[in-house]
């Protein structure tokens, strides 16, 4: 069963807007993840929080992690057109499986 | 650099053939995962292996087996491919608690 649950799962703005993305996830964890995948490519792994963290920056993204609510979000400020991607969340459980969410189609318009 | 190479970018196979897909990963990495990802369903994960000649089921393992003879490659086997295994195959490579992805698969059986 999947861990996490992005929201929205498309989403689309226009260059130098913020976008924001949602993950919910239903069991404990140790560490919870952002990943990005271009069209018809591997994942690419964006940024790490860790279960005892809140927040954490890096260069134009931001995330947020809520443990007592299960949720994590993702900011990209001053979007542009290159951001156009999916984009999952993946947590870990025991013995380091990491599952990921059905994730966000980002569309960044020019 | 970190590496994970898949052995093929597209493949068409039949109904009923036995498919391997070769996954190589070039960083001694211990933790290799096999997802196939779906549209609407996102990364699913099939099998992983922590060490050689040790496996573990995923979350959807049925149709699919494994094998780990060499620490830095870990094959998914389809034994009698069927319709619905038709898919986008991932394979990844873990250190710590980051993925690392090969390009993908795409995987048509006909």
């Known amino acids: 069963s999947q861990q996490g649950e992005e929201d929205p799962q498309a989403l689309s703005i226009q260059e130098g807007e913020n976008a924001t993305m949602n993950c919910s996830y239903k069991?404990?964890?140790?560490?919870l993840q952002w990943y990005r995948q271009n069209s018809g490519r591997g994942l690419v792994h964006l940024i790490l929080i860790r279960s005892n963290e809140r927040e954490k920056h890096s260069g134009r993204l931001r995330v947020t992690l809520d443990t007592s609510k299960k949720s994590s979000s993702l900011l990209i400020t001053a979007s542009r057109a290159a951001d156009t991607a999916s984009y999952f969340c993946?947590?870990?459980?025991?013995?380091?499986?990491?599952?990921f969410g059905i994730g966000t189609k980002l569309q960044v318009i020019p | 650099d970190v590496k994970v190479t898949q052995s093929s970018r597209y493949l068409v196979k039949r109904t009923g053939e036995k498919v391997f897909l070769e996954c190589v990963q070039d960083?001694?990495?211990?933790?290799m995962f096999w997802y196939r990802q779906d549209p609407g369903l996102g990364l699913r994960l099939i099998y992983f292996s922590y060490d050689v000649k040790m496996k573990e089921k995923g979350d959807i393992p049925e149709g699919y087996s494994v094998s780990r003879e060499k620490k830095e490659r870990f094959s998914l086997i389809l034994e009698s491919a069927s319709t619905n295994q038709t898919s986008m195959y991932l394979c990844a490579s873990l250190v710590g608690t980051e993925a690392f992805f090969g390009q993908g698969t795409r995987l048509t059986v006909v």
């Open positions: 069991t404990s964890i140790n560490n």
């Open positions: 993946a947590t870990d459980r025991s013995y380091q499986k990491v599952t």
């Open positions: 960083m001694d990495h211990e933790n």
